[in-house]
């Protein structure tokens, strides 16, 4: 057990329909992340939050909107994905100061299958 | 430009040998190093980390890296590979020296396979 927990951990949808992965931490941390981890390709940083604020946005396509209420939550909406988004997504969260980023630590991760 | 390099895609030891796992980076600075292991469809979890001071940090399940500032390498080591050490692993890159107070740079990871 992490600290950090991700929802729901398998998901299968088709193309046309609309879900949320959740995750939520436990830690304190100040930073959450969405992480995009497609095989034999290397972890792709998808979306920072700081304190609710997005900070960073790694050119994701609008198909997948994140949100983040509060420190704790983080979601991201998914909407009229293609097959090729098929992957693992992991949240991650972190403790950031002004020289950067501690260990981060990272949810269990939900896999998506988009038929 | 900043970088993290696992240069082996894949390790293979066999049961009860010494295993080393390769990290090199390129950051300006004094970066924070990470190493990170990943089971199959699991998250990944910290396993240490190098800030500062003694350069062999001990981390979980009995690994340890050293850092060499010289050769700009974090290599992941343990005495006595098990067949349960067979997972994925990741080194990163975080601290001051990048772009961002947000920013962790990731290596591409390392296959780590155990042979009884």
């Known amino acids: 057990e992490t600290g950090v927990t991700q929802t729901p951990r398998h998901l299968v949808m088709g193309m046309t329909n609309k879900k949320s992965l959740k995750c939520e931490q436990h830690?304190?941390?100040?930073?959450m992340y969405w992480y995009k981890q497609s095989a034999k390709k290397p972890l792709e940083l998808m979306f920072v939050?700081?304190?609710?604020?997005?900070?960073e946005n790694n050119s994701v396509p609008s198909r997948f909107s994140p949100e983040c209420p509060n420190s704790s939550h983080l979601f991201l909406h998914l909407h009229t994905l293609q097959p090729e988004d098929s992957a693992l997504y992991l949240c991650?969260?972190?403790?950031?100061?002004?020289?950067?980023?501690?260990?981060?630590?990272f949810g269990q991760g939900t896999r998506l299958t988009v038929v | 430009a900043q970088s993290v390099a696992q240069p082996e895609d894949q390790v293979n030891v066999a049961e009860g040998n010494p295993l080393t796992v390769k990290c090199t980076y390129s950051v300006s600075g004094n970066p924070y190093l990470f190493w990170y292991v990943q089971y199959p469809n699991r998250g990944l979890q910290f396993l240490l980390k190098y800030i500062t001071g003694d350069n062999l940090v001990k981390g979980s399940y009995g690994f340890e890296a050293e850092f060499n500032k010289s050769q700009t390498s974090f290599h992941l080591k343990k005495p006595s590979a098990l067949v349960s050490d067979s997972a994925l692993y990741f080194c990163?890159?975080?601290?001051?020296?990048?772009?961002?107070?947000?920013?962790?740079?990731w290596g591409a990871g390392t296959k780590l396979i155990i042979k009884p």
């Open positions: 991650a969260s972190s403790q950031v100061t002004n020289r950067g980023s501690a260990e981060a630590f």
């Open positions: 939050y700081s304190l609710e604020e997005r900070v």
């Open positions: 830690l304190g941390h100040n930073a």
């Open positions: 990163a890159v975080s601290g001051p020296g990048m772009d961002s107070n947000y920013q962790l740079i």
